[in-house]
């Protein structure tokens, strides 16, 4: 069975850091592109960050710039991403999603379950 699951969510505090992982079993990620996206409460689905099959393209959300990076680590089959300085507008669920072009273009081919990411004192 091909899937994607994100871990890493959970409960934070303003201005700390989590890092969500997106985990494939059933598939190789080496050649697929993965994005990362959020939906809140109430809101649409927004993308957040993307990273190309190579690894060498990334872009990000304006609001994400410098304070999420993401990341993938092939060997594990897994990819990352490094929220700091989180901000309770930063609630959401993400979710991870795989591009079989490679390039960061919609439609991505499979979708993750989500994990929660809530921002809170």
């Known amino acids: 069975q091909l899937q994607l699951v994100e871990s890493g969510g959970g409960l934070v505090q303003p201005g700390g850091s989590l890092r969500l992982s997106c985990a494939a079993s059933?598939?190789?990620?080496?050649?697929?592109?993965i994005g990362w996206f959020r939906q809140a409460p109430g809101k649409e689905r927004e993308g957040v960050s993307c990273?190309?099959?190579?690894?060498?393209?990334?872009n990000y959300a304006d609001s994400m710039k410098g304070r999420f990076t993401i990341s993938r680590d092939n060997a594990k089959n897994t990819v990352y991403l490094q929220m700091n300085s989180l901000k309770p507008e930063d609630t959401a669920v993400y979710y991870c999603?795989?591009?079989?072009?490679?390039?960061?273009?919609?439609?991505?081919?499979?979708w993750g379950q989500g994990t929660q990411v809530t921002v809170s004192s």
């Open positions: 059933g598939f190789t990620l080496d050649y697929y592109a």
């Open positions: 999603a795989a591009d079989g072009s490679g390039l960061c273009i919609s439609p991505y081919d499979y």
């Open positions: 990273i190309s099959s190579s690894g060498g393209s990334t």
